[in-house]
């Protein structure tokens, strides 16, 4: 089994810039590819990013492409969010989830109970 724990979220103005963590514990997480989804109050989890198990490979929701930045430390099996230039609707619960390659939450097998992020105008 998998454990993941996110960390980092806070309240923010927008503008400003946050970063998440994604600790996982239990096993290694080197094998799998991460990915990091939010909810947003009323809304449906939707897709964030994902990286692939070396790192090398990442794709991004449009909604964050170039202001989000994923990335992973297979050493400390951690998983990270850089997100900068943050406005009111990246404003949401932030889910880390570990499993194969996609962008839909059933290729993900194990989550973590998230992190709420909010973004103050």
């Known amino acids: 089994q998998v454990q993941l724990v996110e960390s980092g979220g806070g309240l923010v103005q927008a503008g400003n810039s946050l970063r998440l963590s994604c600790a996982a514990s239990g096993r290694s997480v080197s094998n799998y590819a991460m990915g990091w989804f939010r909810q947003a109050p009323g809304k449906e989890r939707e897709f964030v990013t994902t990286i692939g198990w070396s790192g090398a490979n990442v794709y991004y929701a449009d909604s964050v492409k170039g202001r989000f930045t994923i990335s992973r430390d297979n050493a400390k099996n951690i998983v990270y969010l850089q997100m900068n230039s943050l406005k009111p609707e990246d404003t949401a619960v932030y889910y880390c989830?570990?499993?194969?390659?996609?962008?839909?939450?059933?290729?993900?097998?194990?989550w973590g109970q998230g992190t709420q992020v909010t973004v103050s105008s």
């Open positions: 989830a570990a499993g194969t390659w996609g962008t839909t939450r059933r290729t993900y097998y194990y």
